[in-house]
Nanobody
Framework: QVQLIESGGGLVQPGGSLRLSCAAS????????MGWFRQAPGKERDFVAA????????YVADSVKGRFTISRDNAKNTVYLNLNSLKPEDTAVYYC?????????????????WGQGTQVTVSQ
């Protein structure tokens, strides 16, 4: 049974930083690409970042490029999302997702496994 558990969300002021973590279990983590998506209230779920199975290839949405970075530690079965220079428009529930493919993808349909999400709120 695949399980993805996100952590690290919270309330932060504009310009602040957070580090989200996603601990995975149930599959051979080191073979699977991982992704982060987010969903703001009243909006569709959007791609944020993805990383290939090895960590060699990463993709980041244009809206967060230069501010967010994705990384992984295959020894710990964990993927991370570093959020810097946060803006109020970054407020959303952030979801971790696991692919069954090795290549990183922006397509949510390529991720059959999803975590429950962690709330990030950027506000004064």
């Amino acid at each position: 049974q695949v399980q993805l558990i996100e952590s690290g969300g919270g309330l932060v002021q504009p310009g602040g930083s957070l580090r989200l973590s996603c601990a995975a279990s149930g599959r051979t983590f080191s073979r699977d690409a991982m992704g982060w998506f987010r969903q703001a209230p009243g909006k569709e779920r959007d791609f944020v970042a993805a990383i290939s199975y090895s960590g060699r290839n990463t993709y980041v949405a244009d809206s967060v490029k230069g501010r967010f970075t994705i990384s992984r530690d295959n020894a710990k079965n964990t993927v991370y999302l570093n959020l810097n220079s946060l803006k109020p428009e970054d407020t959303a529930v952030y979801y971790c997702a696991q692919s069954t493919l090795g290549r990183a993808s922006q397509n949510a349909d390529e991720y059959p496994y999803w975590g429950q999400g962690t709330q990030v709120t950027v506000s004064q």
